[in-house]
């Protein structure tokens, strides 16, 4: 829709990558905390910022982020979806759900937050087995020797659809 695709214009980051050397993720960060000063309404520097965090270590950070970004557009899952998660993986279960159920309300049709919900609501009923079996880690970017395998923690390489469609039909 329009304001998701006025929110990716506005998000951009342009990271280069020099051919001897590579951006540390503290200079990444560096370079979110700058997207966020230069647009503080956006969402989306916050929630990339609570990747960073995360991916270092800093779990507080990594939420006070992801917090952050949830408050700037009560319509953005990607944060509530990484809280919920966190949340789920540090067993606080009663938080996990309360915070999937506000990404699904925001994205019923979103197979992942659906699958995060479920797996909120299962680790009330079960939580020895939500702790043994997880919840998969996420990526909301991957690039491998310079290609967008995974976009916007979706798999950029498939054509989901048509992959689905042509199996169907076998």
């Given at each position: ?48 910022l609570g990747e960073v ?118």
């Open positions: 829709d329009e304001r998701g695709r006025v929110l990716r214009q506005r998000a951009r980051v342009l990271v280069v990558v020099p051919a001897r050397g590579a951006v540390t993720e503290i200079e990444l960060a560096a370079h979110r905390l700058r997207a966020a000063r230069e647009d503080p309404q956006s969402p989306l520097p916050p929630f990339h965090l995360w991916q270092l270590g800093l779990t507080a950070e990594a939420v006070n982020a992801w917090h952050r970004s949830a408050r700037l557009d009560n319509t953005f899952v990607p944060p509530r979806q990484a809280l919920s998660e966190a949340a789920l993986l540090h067993g606080d279960f009663t938080s996990a759900v309360q915070i999937a159920g506000e990404a699904l309300a925001a994205a019923p049709h979103n197979e992942r937050v659906q699958a995060a919900a479920a797996a909120a609501a299962a680790a009330l009923h079960d939580p020895v087995a939500a702790l043994i079996f997880g919840f998969p880690a996420r990526a909301s970017l991957t690039i491998v020797n310079g290609r967008i395998i995974v976009s916007e923690g979706e798999l950029a390489t498939l054509n989901l659809p048509s992959h689905i469609e042509r199996h169907n039909q076998a």
